[in-house]
Nanobody, 122 residues
Framework: VQLQASGGGLVQAGGSLGLSCAAS????????MGWYRQAPGKQRELVAR???????KYADSLKGRFTISRDNSKNTVYLQMNSLEPEDTAVYYC?????????????????WGQGTLVTVSS
């Protein structure tokens, strides 16, 4: 079981970038998915989360610029980032609550992707 993120890179201020993250492996179902970020010298913070029903929440400072979405048939979450600012430079991590059945039973596990670097130049 893993989360594989992609789509990071270098973009100029005011530009746009899209991230995606797919959950794969022996997964029964996926509950919440989301994106967090960690800038140099700062703590990891929530960017946005989305339920499997499509309800989403955002960090207040990012509302209107970032949009989270998901494709449940692909166990994939997306993050569209517009009007990017240098302050958005960070490593972006995807997250998912995965329902997995093993010998111990069926449980929810929190998984993190490997992180993808987004650099916004001024």
């Amino acid at each position: 079981v893993q989360l594989q993120a992609s789509g990071g890179g270098l973009v100029q201020a005011g530009g746009s970038l899209g991230l995606s993250c797919a959950a794969s492996g022996s997964i029964d179902s996926v509950n919440d998915m989301g994106w967090y970020r960690q800038a140099p010298g700062k703590q990891r913070e929530l960017v946005a989360r989305i339920t499997n029903g499509g309800s989403s929440k955002y960090a207040d400072s990012l509302k209107g610029r970032f949009t989270i979405s998901r494709d449940n048939s692909k166990n994939t979450v997306y993050l569209q980032m517009n009007s990017l600012e240098p302050e958005d430079t960070a490593v972006y991590y995807c997250y998912a609550d995965l329902i997995i059945t093993n010998a111990a039973g069926s449980y929810q596990y929190g998984y993190w992707g490997q992180g993808t670097l987004v650099t916004v130049s001024s």
